[in-house]
RNA sequence: GCCGCGUUCGUCUAGUGGUUAGGACGCUGGCCUCUCACGCCGGUAACACGGGUUCGAAUCCCGUACGCGGUACCA
């Protein structure tokens, strides 16, 4: 089905075409019962950034984007959106994949398997978003600009005294034409600009939601291609929905706000809509976003923490959802064949790790025999293969072979027991700090071996005025659980990142409790301080 | 600040005008039992507030409050 360019008659009021026509009348709430679907296959996709640890929401949305794809007999993508050169890697994106594989979410195209609508990695694509951008440049839809950061920055200062919204003043688009052409052709640095209408409003419809309206005075002209030539997310993600064929785009909410220039994108482009479903966000228990400042993100944590990977994903089958008989448990296979989008909940959902503990729990009592949970162990942390990385560290500290238990304990086991007071020694506060400085110190740490742990605590025994016996005390107890233990370095080394990086945490929720809370003022001093003393003299 | 999106037990949720507002986690009392755990039985606790519409609103409409998100040459 072809549609013509969708623009609503209304001046200034453009409406992002859906398939079917609109109902007459005021836009209803949808209802939950099933809607009616687009004709012709159905193709969802997940398109993470590969910055930093392989984050649980992004399991959460390759689940429901996988499980809508899958009712309908439609394909799931996997697209890597690399466009931010600064941020992006390559072991992050591994580990993007190792997360969904582990997690048990298997797609249909991808940079690794490939597909009809390849490459699935943006910065592979870079020719076909100049291609774009050039037709949004020749038809006045977008235009550069070069503008430097120091007058952006004036002009949103400027409009945020004023209590406008900070937005683009359009400055380079009124300059003239051939003049422009020129600088660019001389290679001036430049940003590529959209352009957004000054009046009237956006109105797009979102499956969940019913219509979402924005007024385009509070949309910036947002910036299409960078200076170094990359497109933006909003470009390249039209760009690649479209010619990917995706239908429906199902994603956190985070986006309603930048939907406004997807849809102008869009409109630029002559091309069709998907349909749009904001799904809600995973919230801590504070109920803000999810964030590893607050709870375990890393899907990798899960993993290393003895979870199940088909307990994670049932979890995360809940928030926001329920299966349409109500059942707590379920497979992968029964979530896909009962799935319904339109019973998805608005309401973020809280991410309640006893809630997870108690299903996990229930997995491995019910559903796996006494073989299959060995072999899980095994295929977790008990393993030859962490006994003998082990042994060189306990070799010359046995007696028997019975002492080998004990002594690395500490490697398999979940919550720590330790006295607090023990913990916090005898300057709490000091002892707090140390451990979030080196909490931030490791959050950058790569890779993570003794060496790098070691180097670490030294740049910070200097950095500190400490000495290293001092220092290291209450990571001793906060990593080992015991004042005397193997030698920390390589215990973070056997434990992982996660693993380590989370008994840091818990030390400091343990000294929270004990009255030494690092918050408020206290912790923005010691964050400007971290950032000032060890940052800044990277 | 501005814009947007939300709001049923502490948490996950059922509920689509008429229900004693149901289930699950947690917490808690009991049973089972060599301990613990599991399991079983019971308890605790919610429609944010105010106006409408209606014979009747958790359910529909409007406002307020609160929460969250966005406001980048990050995604």
Redesign the pocket.
Known sequence: MHLPHPRDPRAGVSVARFWQSRPAGPF??P???ARPMRPGPVVTRI???P?GDPHIGTVFMALFNLAFARRHGGKFILRI????Q???TRESEEAIFAALRWAGIPWDEGPDKGGPHGPYR?SERLPIYEKHVQRLVDSGKAYP?????AR?KAL?EEQ?AN??????DGHCRHLDRSDTMHRVATGE???IRLVVPDEG?CVVP?R????????WS?V?H??LR???G?????L??VVDDHLMGVTHVIR????????PKHVLLYEGFGWECPEFI?M??L?N?????L?KRKNPTSVTWYREAGYLPEAVLNYLG?????L?D?R?MFTLDEFIESFEID?V????????L??L???N??YL??SLTPAQILERLHGWRLNDDLLLRALPLTQKRLTTLADFVPMTAFLLRGALDYNTAELAGSDGPRTARWLRIALWQMEQLRPFTATSVRALFEDMVEREGANLRELLAPFFLAVTGAKVSLPLFDSCELLGADLTRRRLHEGLERLAAAGHELKGKTLKALEEDYRRRYVETR
């Open positions: 209803l709430k209802s939950r019962r398109a993470p950034s910055t959106e690399d466009t931010d600064g941020r992006s943006q600009c070069f503008c430097d950061a952006l949103r945020l209590k406008q919204d900070p937005r683009y640095p430049h940003v409003e979102d969940l939601r019913g219509e979402i309206r924005i007024a509070t910036d947002q910036i960078k200076t170094d990359f497109p933006t997310y909003h390249a993600n956190g909410e985070e986006w309603i706000s930048s939907l904001h809600p966000l919230r228990p504070d109920k803000s976003k964030s809940m928030m926001g959802y329920t349409p109500g707590e019973r909940v608005l309401g973020g959902p809280v991410f309640d006893a809630k503990n108690w299903l729990g229930r009592r019910e």
